[in-house]
Structure formats: structure tokens, C-alpha cells
């Protein structure tokens, strides 16, 4: 549980609140928070520290805000420039988008992990997971192929599937050697 917020943290809040108002203790609290939760959602520790705050007078179960900046670069259109980007060349380096888009190499680095779920192979960036797009379309190749060949037929046997495998043949140390050079006869 430690660093990660449970998406019913406020209903566990409010429960927190009014059980802690009609007297109940904290391990009481924590015991029918588990069997309404499971114990991967709500920590002893979380019930002790908010049983503390509502008694010591805070009537509210929403956060704080938060000290510092609000983040202000990571947004749609910034997105949106880095996807173009990477999608005209794939190898381009996070300095190099950086220096495209006037954005830090730490908002850069958030926008290719966290926003477009891509990273860097062999100096491309491949994206981690298909979009739904590219599934369906995987789906509707799938359904062509079983309606072309019967299921038993010796041809459909000889065809090759795979998944998000990525196998590499060659490793280059530098992207210099990942470059193909055309050798005439």
C-alpha cells in the first residue's frame, strides 16, 4: 500500500470519520475496512493517521493542496507534438525533443513513459501496449484469415502468429550501426 492512493480513499475517508465519531478504535476500523475492501486497499497506519486528524478537529476528507507548481507543460497539445515527433522519426533522442519542443527533458521524459506508453529499442521508441485501434484491427485480420482457409486445412497450419515478443536478431552498440548500407555487385 505505501505510495499508492486507493481510487475509494475518500469513501474510506468518510467511513474513517464517522466511525471515529461514534467511538470505534482504530484496529476495529481497520478490521471491517479490510473485509469491505480487501487488505491491499486501506492501510493500518492511513486509519490511525486520519483517526488523529479528525480528532484534532479537520472536518474535511478531501487533500490538501499541495505546495509547488501545478503541472502545466504535460498537456494535450505538448502530447500531441511529442507523439508527431517520435512518429516522423522513431529515433530521435529525448534531447533532441527536447530541443524541438522547448519542453524539459523531465516533462519529456513523463510524456514519452507515462502519456504515450513508449520506449527506446535499439534507439527507436516502440510503444509499450496496442491502442485499440491496432487491436481491433489485429482482430479483424484474425477473422479474414479463418474465413480465407478452412481450420483444418494444411495452409493455415503454415501460417505464423505471435505476440509482443520482440526478438532481436542484431544489437547494435551505436545507432551508426544500425544504419543499412547498399553494396552494389
Given at each position: 500500500?505505501?505510495?499508492?492512493r486507493?481510487?475509494?480513499?475518500?469513501?474510506?475517508?468518510?467511513?474513517?470519520?464517522?466511525?471515529?465519531?461514534?467511538g470505534?478504535c482504530?484496529?476495529?476500523?481497520?478490521h471491517?475496512?479490510?473485509?469491505a475492501?480487501g487488505?491491499?486497499?486501506?492501510?493500518?497506519?492511513?486509519i490511525?493517521?486520519w483517526?488523529?486528524k479528525?480528532?484534532?478537529?479537520?472536518?474535511?476528507?478531501?487533500?490538501?493542496?499541495?505546495?509547488?507548481?501545478?503541472?502545466s507543460?504535460?498537456?494535450?497539445?505538448?502530447?500531441?507534438?511529442?507523439?508527431?515527433i517520435?512518429?516522423?522519426?522513431?529515433?530521435?533522442?529525448?534531447h533532441?525533443?527536447?530541443?524541438?519542443?522547448?519542453?524539459?527533458?523531465?516533462?519529456?521524459?513523463?510524456i514519452?513513459r507515462k502519456?504515450l506508453?513508449v520506449r527506446r529499442?535499439?534507439t527507436?521508441w516502440?510503444p509499450?501496449?496496442?491502442t485499440?485501434?491496432?487491436?481491433?484491427?489485429?482482430?479483424?485480420?484474425?477473422?479474414?484469415?479463418?474465413?480465407?482457409?478452412?481450420?483444418?486445412?494444411?495452409t493455415?497450419a503454415?501460417?505464423?502468429?505471435?505476440?509482443?515478443t520482440?526478438v532481436?536478431?542484431?544489437?547494435?552498440r551505436?545507432e551508426?550501426?544500425?544504419?543499412?548500407r547498399?553494396?552494389?555487385?
Open positions: 500500500m505505501v505510495g499508492k486507493s481510487p475509494e480513499s475518500v469513501k474510506i475517508r468518510a467511513y474513517i470519520q464517522v466511525r471515529c465519531k461514534n470505534l482504530a484496529k476495529d476500523i481497520y471491517e475496512l479490510c473485509d475492501y487488505k491491499s486497499e486501506v492501510s493500518y497506519a492511513t490511525t493517521r483517526m488523529k479528525f480528532k484534532s478537529g479537520k472536518t474535511t476528507i478531501e487533500d490538501e493542496p499541495r505546495p509547488g507548481r501545478p503541472r507543460v504535460v498537456t494535450d497539445k505538448n502530447i500531441e507534438k511529442v507523439r508527431e517520435i512518429k516522423q522519426y522513431a529515433r530521435y533522442t529525448v533532441d525533443i527536447v530541443k524541438m519542443t522547448g519542453i524539459s527533458s523531465g516533462s519529456v521524459h513523463f514519452l502519456c506508453k529499442i535499439t527507436r516502440i509499450h501496449l496496442l485499440d485501434k491496432e487491436k481491433q484491427q489485429r482482430v479483424s485480420i484474425a477473422k479474414k484469415l479463418l474465413k480465407m482457409y478452412s481450420y483444418n486445412s494444411r493455415f503454415d501460417f505464423c502468429t505471435g505476440d509482443e520482440w532481436h536478431c542484431f544489437e547494435p551505436h551508426i550501426n544500425n544504419m543499412r547498399e553494396t552494389s555487385p
